[in-house]
């Protein structure tokens, strides 16, 4: 199963009662496995999760700790990019040239890196000092 196909499959999984707009994440990690996520609202907003840092902690309860792919998929008009915060996530995790496949219902896709999703991240590098 490709990437982009197991984050199709587990948007269905998405809880989204208030804004309907499930999104499914998954990530590849160094070891070939697939994890999975999706978005997880609560009443309670902003309390919700987002489907990448589903598919990140998935991840890490696994074990894991490199990303080196990622797939995202919404039921947008364009090929929906993950949130600031995620970016972050991702930039975390993975490596400046780390794939990144942005992807509607409809087909439409957009290939980028974390690199390019995030420019200038902060990094480990900024703490040096410490």
Do not use: W
Not at 6 to 15: G, K, L, T
Not at 16 to 45: H, L, Q, W
């Amino acid at each position: 199963m490709s990437l982009l196909d197991a984050a199709r499959e587990v948007r269905e999984n998405a809880y989204a009662p208030y804004s309907k707009f499930k999104v499914g994440a998954a990530v590849r990690g160094a070891s070939g496995t697939i994890y999975r996520g999706v978005n997880v609202e609560n009443v309670a907003y902003p309390e919700g999760t987002c489907a990448e840092a589903g598919a990140i902690a998935a991840m890490v309860a696994a074990g894991e700790t490199e990303i080196t792919e990622v797939a995202v998929i919404a039921d947008s008009p364009t090929p929906v990019p993950p949130c600031g915060g995620c970016r972050q996530k991702l930039a975390e995790f993975g490596r400046h040239d780390t794939p990144v496949t942005l992807a509607t219902t409809e087909g439409d896709r957009l290939d980028t890196t974390v690199g390019d999703l995030l420019p200038g991240r902060f990094d480990m590098s900024h703490m040096d000092n410490t």
